[in-house]
Protein backbone atom coordinates (compact mmCIF):
# COMPACT_ATOMS: atom_id res chain seq x y z
CA UNK A 1 0.00 0.00 0.00
CA UNK A 2 0.99 3.59 -0.25
CA UNK A 3 0.98 6.88 2.25
CA UNK A 4 -0.43 9.92 0.98
CA UNK A 5 1.20 12.83 2.70
CA UNK A 6 4.61 12.42 3.72
CA UNK A 7 4.82 14.90 6.78
CA UNK A 8 4.41 14.42 10.56
CA UNK A 9 0.44 12.95 9.79
CA UNK A 10 2.11 10.39 7.38
CA UNK A 11 5.03 9.33 9.93
CA UNK A 12 2.15 8.60 12.30
CA UNK A 13 0.45 6.41 10.08
CA UNK A 14 3.31 4.62 9.12
CA UNK A 15 4.13 3.86 12.42
CA UNK A 16 0.32 2.84 13.05
CA UNK A 17 0.58 0.38 9.64
CA UNK A 18 3.41 -1.22 11.34
CA UNK A 19 1.79 -1.90 14.61
CA UNK A 20 -0.68 -3.13 12.26
CA UNK A 21 1.10 -5.67 10.62
CA UNK A 22 -1.27 -6.20 7.96
CA UNK A 23 0.24 -4.31 4.63
CA UNK A 24 3.31 -3.48 3.31
CA UNK A 25 4.09 -0.03 2.72
CA UNK A 26 6.14 0.78 -0.60
CA UNK A 27 5.97 4.24 -0.38
CA UNK A 28 4.88 7.80 0.18
CA UNK A 29 3.96 10.10 -2.38
CA UNK A 30 3.88 13.87 -1.77
CA UNK A 31 3.72 16.56 -3.99
CA UNK A 32 6.00 18.87 -2.51
CA UNK A 33 9.10 18.78 -4.61
CA UNK A 34 11.68 18.95 -1.85
CA UNK A 35 10.73 15.61 -0.29
CA UNK A 36 10.64 13.47 -3.30
CA UNK A 37 12.95 10.84 -3.39
CA UNK A 38 13.91 11.20 0.51
CA UNK A 39 13.65 8.44 2.80
CA UNK A 40 11.28 8.96 5.84
CA UNK A 41 11.32 6.06 8.26
CA UNK A 42 12.81 4.19 6.71
CA UNK A 43 10.46 4.30 3.15
CA UNK A 44 11.13 6.29 0.06
CA UNK A 45 8.53 9.00 -1.36
CA UNK A 46 8.22 8.32 -4.80
CA UNK A 47 6.77 11.16 -5.97
CA UNK A 48 3.72 13.65 -6.59
CA UNK A 49 0.26 12.16 -7.20
CA UNK A 50 1.20 11.43 -10.89
CA UNK A 51 2.93 8.68 -9.47
CA UNK A 52 -0.17 6.47 -8.06
CA UNK A 53 -0.69 5.25 -11.74
CA UNK A 54 2.37 3.46 -11.67
CA UNK A 55 2.16 2.57 -8.21
CA UNK A 56 -1.08 0.86 -8.91
CA UNK A 57 -0.05 -0.49 -11.94
CA UNK A 58 3.57 -2.03 -9.94
CA UNK A 59 0.78 -3.80 -7.75
CA UNK A 60 -0.07 -1.96 -5.04
CA UNK A 61 -3.39 -1.93 -3.60
CA UNK A 62 -4.58 -0.17 -0.83
CA UNK A 63 -3.86 3.75 0.11
CA UNK A 64 -3.93 5.94 3.26
CA UNK A 65 -4.17 9.80 3.07
CA UNK A 66 -2.29 11.11 5.65
CA UNK A 67 -3.18 14.86 5.46
CA UNK A 68 -4.68 16.83 7.81
CA UNK A 69 -6.67 19.35 5.84
CA UNK A 70 -10.00 18.41 5.34
CA UNK A 71 -10.33 19.65 1.77
CA UNK A 72 -7.75 18.62 0.66
CA UNK A 73 -7.27 14.99 2.35
CA UNK A 74 -10.90 14.27 0.42
CA UNK A 75 -9.56 15.73 -2.96
CA UNK A 76 -6.70 12.92 -2.99
CA UNK A 77 -8.83 10.31 -1.40
CA UNK A 78 -11.00 10.96 -4.55
CA UNK A 79 -8.20 10.72 -6.59
CA UNK A 80 -6.72 7.39 -5.60
CA UNK A 81 -10.40 5.90 -5.07
CA UNK A 82 -10.93 6.84 -9.07
CA UNK A 83 -6.99 4.58 -9.92
CA UNK A 84 -8.61 2.13 -8.59
CA UNK A 85 -6.57 2.03 -5.28
CA UNK A 86 -8.95 0.83 -2.12
CA UNK A 87 -9.11 3.11 1.34
CA UNK A 88 -7.47 1.45 3.95
CA UNK A 89 -8.33 0.97 7.62
CA UNK A 90 -5.23 2.31 9.43
CA UNK A 91 -6.32 1.29 13.22
CA UNK A 92 -3.39 1.47 15.96
CA UNK A 93 -3.64 -2.03 18.38
CA UNK A 94 -4.02 0.43 21.50
CA UNK A 95 -7.55 1.65 20.11
CA UNK A 96 -10.13 0.43 21.72
CA UNK A 97 -13.43 0.64 20.03
CA UNK A 98 -16.89 -0.61 20.68
CA UNK A 99 -18.15 -3.92 18.94
CA UNK A 100 -20.92 -2.66 17.30
CA UNK A 101 -19.41 0.58 15.82
CA UNK A 102 -19.74 0.93 12.23
CA UNK A 103 -17.00 3.25 9.88
CA UNK A 104 -16.78 3.51 6.17
CA UNK A 105 -13.09 2.69 4.14
CA UNK A 106 -10.46 4.60 5.04
CA UNK A 107 -10.93 5.00 8.64
CA UNK A 108 -7.29 6.33 10.48
CA UNK A 109 -7.23 5.62 14.18
CA UNK A 110 -3.95 6.71 16.43
CA UNK A 111 -2.92 5.43 19.50
CA UNK A 112 -5.70 5.24 22.99
CA UNK A 113 -8.17 6.44 21.03
CA UNK A 114 -11.92 5.58 22.70
CA UNK A 115 -14.78 4.87 20.35
CA UNK A 116 -17.96 3.81 22.43
CA UNK A 117 -21.45 1.88 21.48
CA UNK A 118 -23.65 3.04 18.71
CA UNK A 119 -20.87 5.41 17.07
CA UNK A 120 -21.15 5.79 13.03
CA UNK A 121 -18.21 6.98 11.34
CA UNK A 122 -17.81 8.07 7.46
CA UNK A 123 -15.23 7.55 5.13
CA UNK A 124 -11.50 8.99 5.22
CA UNK A 125 -12.06 10.10 8.66
CA UNK A 126 -9.15 10.66 11.55
CA UNK A 127 -9.43 10.08 14.76
CA UNK A 128 -5.77 11.49 16.36
CA UNK A 129 -3.92 10.85 19.63
CA UNK A 130 -6.28 10.01 22.81
CA UNK A 131 -9.24 11.41 21.40
CA UNK A 132 -12.81 9.71 22.54
CA UNK A 133 -16.09 9.39 20.68
CA UNK A 134 -18.90 8.39 22.93
CA UNK A 135 -21.74 6.74 22.61
CA UNK A 136 -23.75 7.17 19.43
CA UNK A 137 -21.78 9.90 17.66
CA UNK A 138 -21.66 10.40 14.24
CA UNK A 139 -19.49 11.55 12.27
CA UNK A 140 -19.31 12.47 9.08
CA UNK A 141 -16.98 11.66 5.88
CA UNK A 142 -13.78 13.72 5.97
CA UNK A 143 -13.83 14.70 9.45
CA UNK A 144 -11.06 15.09 11.33
CA UNK A 145 -11.17 15.07 15.44
CA UNK A 146 -7.48 16.32 17.31
CA UNK A 147 -5.69 14.64 19.51
CA UNK A 148 -7.56 14.80 23.17
CA UNK A 149 -10.57 15.38 22.05
CA UNK A 150 -13.49 14.75 24.11
CA UNK A 151 -17.04 14.28 22.59
CA UNK A 152 -19.97 13.99 24.94
CA UNK A 153 -22.28 11.36 23.87
CA UNK A 154 -25.21 11.52 20.67
CA UNK A 155 -23.03 14.35 18.85
CA UNK A 156 -22.92 14.50 15.12
CA UNK A 157 -20.36 16.20 13.47
CA UNK A 158 -21.04 17.44 9.47
CA UNK A 159 -18.85 16.35 6.60
CA UNK A 160 -15.48 17.97 6.32
CA UNK A 161 -15.36 19.39 9.74
CA UNK A 162 -12.46 20.24 12.19
CA UNK A 163 -12.19 19.40 15.42
CA UNK A 164 -9.12 21.10 17.11
CA UNK A 165 -6.76 19.53 20.15
CA UNK A 166 -8.18 19.22 23.26
CA UNK A 167 -11.81 20.69 22.66
CA UNK A 168 -14.65 19.38 24.56
CA UNK A 169 -18.04 19.01 22.58
CA UNK A 170 -21.01 18.64 25.14
CA UNK A 171 -23.63 15.91 24.91
CA UNK A 172 -26.32 16.51 21.76
CA UNK A 173 -24.58 19.07 20.39
CA UNK A 174 -24.54 19.40 15.96
CA UNK A 175 -21.24 21.05 14.33
CA UNK A 176 -22.37 21.53 11.01
CA UNK A 177 -20.36 20.68 7.40
CA UNK A 178 -16.60 22.36 7.25
CA UNK A 179 -17.16 24.10 10.29
CA UNK A 180 -13.93 24.43 12.48
CA UNK A 181 -13.62 24.47 16.18
CA UNK A 182 -10.48 25.66 17.71
CA UNK A 183 -8.39 24.37 19.99
CA UNK A 184 -9.29 23.64 23.56
CA UNK A 185 -12.62 25.30 22.40
CA UNK A 186 -16.05 23.79 24.77
CA UNK A 187 -18.98 23.65 22.51
CA UNK A 188 -21.82 24.18 24.83
CA UNK A 189 -24.48 24.71 21.47
CA UNK A 190 -24.67 23.87 18.19
CA UNK A 191 -22.11 25.32 15.35
CA UNK A 192 -23.68 25.83 12.09
CA UNK A 193 -21.91 24.73 8.89
CA UNK A 194 -19.13 26.84 7.53
CA UNK A 195 -17.64 28.87 11.04
CA UNK A 196 -15.54 28.51 13.19
CA UNK A 197 -15.86 29.02 16.57
CA UNK A 198 -12.70 29.05 19.60
CA UNK A 199 -13.08 29.74 23.30
CA UNK A 200 -15.17 29.35 26.08
CA UNK A 201 -17.72 28.44 25.60
CA UNK A 202 -17.20 28.41 21.60
CA UNK A 203 -18.59 31.22 20.15
CA UNK A 204 -17.38 32.94 15.99
CA UNK A 205 -13.81 33.86 16.20
CA UNK A 206 -14.29 37.68 16.66
CA UNK A 207 -15.58 36.99 20.29
CA UNK A 208 -12.58 34.72 21.62
CA UNK A 209 -11.81 34.93 25.10
CA UNK A 210 -10.67 33.23 28.77
CA UNK A 211 -12.85 30.23 29.59
CA UNK A 212 -15.51 31.74 31.74
CA UNK A 213 -16.21 35.37 29.51
Not at 141 to 150: I, K, W
Not at 163 to 184: F, S, T, Y
Request: proline share 4%.
Amino acid sequence: MVIIGAGGHGRVMLDVLRCQGKAEVVGFVDDAELLHGQIVDGVKVLGGMEELAKIREDGATGFVVAIGKNALRAEKYGQACALGLEPWDAIHPSAVIARDVEWCPGLEVVAGVIINTGARLGCNVILNTACSVDHDCRLGDHTFVGPGVRFGGTITVGEGAFIGIGAILLPGKKVGEWAVVGGGAVVTRDVPANTVVVGCPAGPMERQGGCGS
